[in-house]
């Protein structure tokens, strides 16, 4: 796993890679401020005080609050600028590192799109059922940041992989290397999560993240069709 990192860390300054880097990042960029320019006047529009100086204060935390739901929910929006760039980040990674792989089974871009757009839903909406507990656990940090990396390291693990194996495997063939190395993906999630949960950082992580993952599933299969 530290190898396949490195390997998308290290495959930054390639050109093909870094132009794919700059797309995602302004697309990131302008999610992310929309996320919280959004999470923003809903709370800006949700008057809590009677008297004028408090709510000014809640409004000042407030602030803080949409930056930290804004970082929570990111590493699962940010799926629908994935689904845009998939085979460019793919594309890029396998002409470096794997230049003898056939074609891949292509997807046409609505059916990426839907698979983002649900892939973004499952992990926000599992974040926000997850909320309470987060609250519950706020001054107990092991225990949230416990919950938060576990309940999102599985998400990212399983749904990233999804991205990276369709385009080379049948469902039968995913499920069953989902089943079989399910704890390293998983760990992979987490990884992928704490990249992603880094301010200002996670803005150039996605791309990161996709090439991580892909690593990973090349390794697998070559086990799978070694052993």
């Known amino acids: 796993m530290p190898a396949a990192l490195i390997k998308a860390f290290a495959q930054l300054p390639d050109p093909r890679f870094r132009a794919v880097v700059w797309r995602a990042l302004i697309a990131s960029v302008v999610l992310f401020a929309a996320m919280f320019a959004l999470i923003w006047w809903g709370l800006d529009a949700t008057r809590l005080m009677e008297l004028d100086w408090l709510e000014t204060v809640a409004d000042v935390a407030g602030l803080g609050l949409a930056f930290i739901l804004g970082l929570m ?109 399910r704890g390293r993906l998983w760990m992979a999630g987490v990884v992928s999560t704490g990249l992603l949960s880094i301010p200002l950082v996670s803005w150039l992580m996605p791309v990161v993240a996709v090439a991580f993952t892909l690593h990973i599933f090349e390794d697998l299969r070559r086990r799978a069709e070694t052993s």
Do not use: K, T
């Open 73 to 181: 929910l990111f590493p699962g929006a940010v799926f629908m600028v994935i689904a845009f760039m998939l085979e460019d980040i793919a594309g890029a990674v396998e002409a470096r590192h794997y230049p003898g792989l056939a074609a891949p089974l292509r997807q046409p871009i609505g059916v990426a799109l839907r698979s983002g757009l649900r892939l973004a839903a499952m992990v926000i909406g599992f974040n926000m059922l997850a909320l309470p507990v987060y609250v519950v656990l706020f001054w107990l940090p092991p225990l949230n940041l416990f919950v938060f990396y576990g309940l999102n390291g599985y998400l990212l693990g399983r749904e990233y992989f999804e991205l990276v194996a369709f385009r080379r495997l049948g469902a039968a063939d995913v499920a069953a290397m989902w089943r079989a190395s």
